[in-house]
């Protein structure tokens, strides 16, 4: 639809891929380059099969780094209850799985008050038409294209019709959500999603391990 300025695209690292007992060197890599999203990735060894890091180690981030836009997944069973801790370390933005059985809107609504913006997370089984409820009330849809609970997994290309299929409706109604795809990013996979429209991606190991994350940020950004 004409007047909708199209997002820039955009890298989200995930911090998940660096060496966790020193993530104060994940960070200063990030920091290093012109980058201005970090994606933390929230686990509860529940909703997904692993733990990852809690709401002090995304305060202790926020500490040493002020302009990153912190773009928090919570992978949780409850991340209406832990909500709060996320908001406070210093989320910029917070997605939200909405595979759990608890009240999507109302959690969603408490990102919003809280002057923070909102996301609605759906995993690679989780048709796009789910997504339909929240289309409007959201700042961005984030699609899982790995099942959530470890980094390093080959990303499923079942998941690019779904893109598609967001980026039509996004552009149908005029609505201007950003669109970002998590798990098995690379150079190639990103082309595939940004055919479909996407323009917001997590790398955690392609970025981390890159052997030039400059060339790395250019290829996503400014391909
Ligand atoms: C899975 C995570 C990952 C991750 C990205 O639960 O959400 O998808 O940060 O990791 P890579 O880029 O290594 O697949
Ligand atoms: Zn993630």
């Not at 990852?52 to 202790?60: E, L, M, W």
């Not at 069973?77 to 909500?83: A, F, G, R, S, V």
């Not at 950003?178 to 392609?206: H, K, M, P, S, W």
């Amino acid at each position: 639809m004409s007047g909708i300025a199209p997002h820039e695209l955009r890298l989200a690292p995930s911090i998940l891929a660096a060496d966790h007992s020193s993530l104060v060197e994940g960070l200063k890599i990030v920091q290093e380059l012109p980058i201005k999203w970090l994606h933390l990735d929230i686990m509860d060894g529940h909703f997904v099969p692993n733990f990852s890091f809690g709401p002090q180690t995304v305060a202790d981030l926020r500490k040493r780094d002020s302009n990153l836009f912190f773009d928090t997944h919570l992978m949780l069973d409850n991340p209406d209850k832990h909500l709060d801790a996320f908001l406070d370390a210093g989320s910029n933005l917070v997605s939200i799985h909405i595979e759990p059985d608890y009240d999507v809107d109302a959690t969603l609504d408490r990102i919003r008050n809280a002057d923070r913006q909102c996301g609605i997370v759906l995993n690679p089984a989780t048709p796009a038409q789910a997504a339909l409820p929240y289309l409007d009330k959201v700042d961005l849809i984030l699609l899982m294209t790995v099942w959530p609970g470890f980094g390093g997994q080959s990303f499923i290309k079942d998941t690019l019709p779904k893109m598609g299929l967001l980026n039509a409706w996004r552009k149908e109604r005029g609505l201007n959500f950003r669109l970002e795809v998590d798990g098995g990013v690379d150079l190639n996979t990103a082309q595939l999603c940004r055919e479909e429209g996407v323009d917001t991606f997590v790398a955690g190991t392609a970025f981390f391990k890159a052997p030039d994350r400059a060339a790395f940020l250019k290829a996503i950004e400014h391909p």
